[in-house]
């Protein structure tokens, strides 16, 4: 069994900044990558940012500096530092992360997703 927990989610205003964790736990032999994606109703999953196990950082073009990804596999954590946070921010962000777990191969897990509302 793996589960992946973030927290961090909530309530911010324009401008503003949070951030996201997310820790993996359970039979975990290992990660090949982790991220985050978000999604609002009616939409499609959309990548925001992941993290390779050697440490290189991949963003999504409407990221633009906003977003910081930061995470260590060997240790099962990713975060996602945003700045700037602007309304259509807006949305639950997932966790995920690409685990190897005993003798299942590589099968990408996500979390249960944290709110992320961005409002005045």
């Known amino acids: 069994q793996v589960q992946l927990v973030e927290s961090g989610g909530g309530l911010v205003q324009p401008g503003g900044s949070l951030r996201l964790s997310c820790a993996a736990s359970?039979?975990?032999?290992?990660?090949?990558?982790m991220g985050w994606y978000r999604q609002t109703p009616g939409k499609q999953r959309e990548m925001v940012a992941t993290?390779?196990?050697?440490?290189?950082?991949n963003y999504a073009d409407f990221v633009r500096g906003q977003f910081t990804i930061s995470g260590d596999t060997a240790k099962h954590t990713v975060s996602l530092q945003m700045n700037a946070l602007r309304p259509d921010d807006t949305a639950v962000y997932y966790c995920?992360?690409?685990?190897?777990?005993?003798?299942?191969?590589?099968?990408?897990?996500w979390g249960q997703g944290t709110q992320v509302t961005v409002a005045s």
């Open positions: 995920s992360a690409d685990i190897r777990s005993g003798a299942v191969w590589y099968t990408d897990y």
């Open positions: 359970g039979t975990i032999s290992s990660i090949n990558s």
């Open positions: 993290i390779s196990r050697r440490g290189i950082a």
